[in-house]
């Protein structure tokens, strides 16, 4: 099973792109790559997903590298309430989602 | 469109007693999840199931058992509660099981004592 590494936390000011990198060397030929986020004590919140391609949406956009070996999520607008811890996870089918510690970003304004 | 609802949102257990938390979602998915939160932690999943009347075991099952009877129902039980079951606990639910999205409840939060 492929794992991931995010830095612990991150900053970033308002109004800036925000860049959450992700490491997944291991990663399989078939495991998408997904991020969450937790807002506060919330539930975990979907962002995005990408197997091989770049995706975007209304939300973020997720650029993967060609080997895909890493990942970027980035956030084009940050706003305060974009304030959450970010998980990136690497898995083969929803029932396998393993949820790590994840990237504390805080917005600052 | 209510999502995915549990009940309670707060309980407090003695040692060795039991408990049921109810997950209920409204968008007719096939497949449900519970996960424990612990602070400062991720999610860990429990366990899951991907269709009525179907259950299979998590990365953290023991102590824990689940029903899903109803489609739309998806409950976790706690037969004999246990200080290191204190934890938020999170139902999820998703339409597929290779992609997608999984939807996510707004958590039960259970303290035993």
């Known amino acids: 099973d492929a794992k991931t590494t995010q830095p612990p936390s991150m900053d970033c000011a308002e109004g800036r792109a925000a860049n959450l990198p992700c490491n997944h060397s291991?990663?399989?030929?078939?495991?998408?790559v997904y991020w969450y986020r937790q807002i506060h004590s919330q539930g975990p919140q979907y962002i995005i997903h990408g197997l091989k391609n770049n995706e975007t949406n209304e939300m973020a956009s997720l650029i993967i590298t060609e080997d895909r070996k890493s990942s970027t999520l980035i956030l084009p607008h940050a706003t305060l309430r974009d304030t959450a811890v970010y998980y990136c996870?690497?898995?083969?089918?929803?029932?396998?989602?393993?949820f790590g510690a994840g990237t504390r970003l805080t917005v600052k304004p | 469109n209510a999502g995915v609802t549990q009940t309670p949102k707060f309980r407090v257990l003695k040692t060795g007693q039991s408990m049921t938390l109810l997950c209920a979602q409204d968008?007719?998915?096939?497949?449900m999840y519970w996960y424990r939160q612990d602070p400062g932690m991720g999610l860990r999943l429990i366990h899951y199931s991907v269709g009525e009347g179907t259950t299979a075991k998590g990365e953290v099952p023991d102590g824990y058992n689940v029903s899903r009877l109803k489609k739309q129902n998806f409950l976790l039980g706690l037969e004999s509660a246990a200080p290191s079951q204190t934890s938020v606990y999170f139902c999820?639910?998703?339409?597929?099981?290779?992609?997608?999205?999984?939807?996510f409840g707004e958590g039960s939060r259970l303290t035993v004592l």
């Open positions: 999820a639910s998703s339409y597929g099981l290779w992609t997608g999205e999984l939807f």
């Open positions: 291991t990663i399989s030929g078939n495991e998408y």
């Open positions: 968008m007719n998915h096939e497949y």
């Open positions: 996870i690497v898995r083969l089918s929803l029932h396998d989602m393993r």
